[in-house]
């Protein structure tokens, strides 16, 4: 139904930024809500921010509020995250996600994903 592409990943110093994107087919990725979730290795994988289909409201785990900004460009059928001041603890693989069905700080209630983009953070 909605097939996603993660890039953008990569190794960086801390205090550094990356922004990954998430690229979708398809010709309704623009009616969907879109999130991001990362995965640290022992770790359950875990909420990090989401936006509305409009763009317009967005929502963030705590431990990346002020520091993370999800956007989207629906012409381009792209989802963003731009990540500032990066820390050791963000290291994790990075998973977009779309087609949402409860409640989107939960990884069981997303149905489509991409299969990851390692970011890591050196100290």
């Known amino acids: 139904q909605v097939q996603l592409v993660e890039s953008g990943g990569g190794l960086v110093q801390a205090g550094g930024s990356l922004r990954l994107s998430c690229a979708a087919s398809?010709?309704?990725?623009?009616?969907?809500?879109a999130g991001w979730f990362r995965q640290a290795p022992g770790k359950e994988r875990e909420f990090v921010a989401a936006?509305?289909?409009?763009?317009?409201?967005?929502y963030y785990a705590d431990s990346v509020k002020g520091r993370f900004i999800i956007s989207r460009d629906n012409a381009k059928n792209t989802a963003y995250l731009q990540m500032n001041s990066l820390r050791p603890e963000d290291t994790a693989v990075y998973y977009c996600?779309?087609?949402?069905?409860?409640?989107?700080?939960?990884?069981?209630?997303?149905?489509?994903w991409g299969q990851g983009t390692q970011v890591t953070v050196s100290s």
């Open positions: 398809g010709r309704t990725f623009s009616t969907y809500p």
């Open positions: 936006i509305t289909s409009s763009g317009l409201d967005t």
């Open positions: 996600a779309a087609d949402p069905e409860g409640t989107y700080t939960s990884d069981s209630a997303w149905d489509s």
